[in-house]
């Protein structure tokens, strides 16, 4: 059995007295690529930010690589190799596309590996080379969730956390991002990901969890998911 990367272990989250996570239990192994699906406000993005440190938990414990992460900060968990592709993005507008991907290594020191890095990153989205000094701020929707995606892997992350990546793109840009989100995944860097189109996340996923309300309602394998009346029905729109 594969090392499990990160364990979510009896998270709860309040909002201004309400609680958003109530209580949240899931594990994502090294080499997985887990899905984390739920409708609009069921507590998926607040699970996420707990897990990176940008919010804090009421109660429960994240383990990563077997050690407690609690009441660390984002800048920490990069350094240990846990990086997050945020909703809504989140790229540096003011500064060049090439500018943010350095942005995305500030951790490392090996500037001829950094260079080839982005090269790399250039490889994956070309679209990205193509406007290297282009300020992110002009870019589209599309091509800034691909520059925030390149950033992260310019940490060179043992896990990656990606939410919401698909929201708000073309269906065009949509099949560009599964598609290199499934090679990231194949050059072995371990994924969550926090996703509201169900059926194109299950599809790409190893397992999936399913959260509704603050709680994780249902786990197994993605392809036997995808294919479960009752998620069909109530996230798959059938």
């Known amino acids: 059995m594969a090392e499990v990367f990160l364990k ?3 998270l709860k989250v309040a909002y201004g007295g309400i609680q958003a996570v109530k209580g949240v239990d899931f594990e994502v192994h090294e080499g997985e690529l887990v899905s984390l699906i739920g409708s609009n406000g069921a ?4 699970t ?80 990205l080379k193509e406007r290297k000094d282009q300020l992110a701020g002009t870019m589209s929707g599309g091509e800034q969730q ?3 995606m390149g950033r992260a892997l310019m940490s060179r992350p043992k896990v990656l956390l990606l939410d919401e990546p698909s929201m708000g793109l073309s269906p065009i840009m949509v099949d560009k991002i599964f598609e290199v989100v499934r090679e990231v995944y194949a050059q ?4 969550l990901l926090v996703e509201q189109n169900a059926s194109r996340a299950l599809a790409i996923a190893d397992r999936g969890y399913v959260m509704d309300s603050g709680l994780i309602t249902m786990t197994g394998d993605a ?12 996230y798959l729109g059938e």
């Open 8 to 10: 979510v272990k009896g």
């Open 48 to 127: 996420m930010k707990a897990i990176t440190g940008s919010l804090g938990m009421a109660d429960g414990d994240i383990e990563y690589l077997g050690k407690s992460i609690r009441g660390q900060g984002p800048w920490d968990l990069v350094k240990q190799g846990l990086a997050m592709v945020p909703e809504g993005r989140g790229v540096f507008t003011r500064m060049t596309i090439t500018e943010n991907l350095q942005m995305g290594a500030f951790i490392r020191s090996d500037k001829a590996e950094i260079e080839q890095d982005i090269e790399r990153v250039f490889t994956t989205f070309p679209r």
């Open 146 to 148: 691909m520059l925030a």
């Open 188 to 191: 072995g860097v371990t994924i």
């Open 43 to 46: 507590g998926k993005t607040t």
């Open 223 to 234: 392809k036997t998911m995808l294919h479960d009346p009752k998620v069909r029905a109530a």
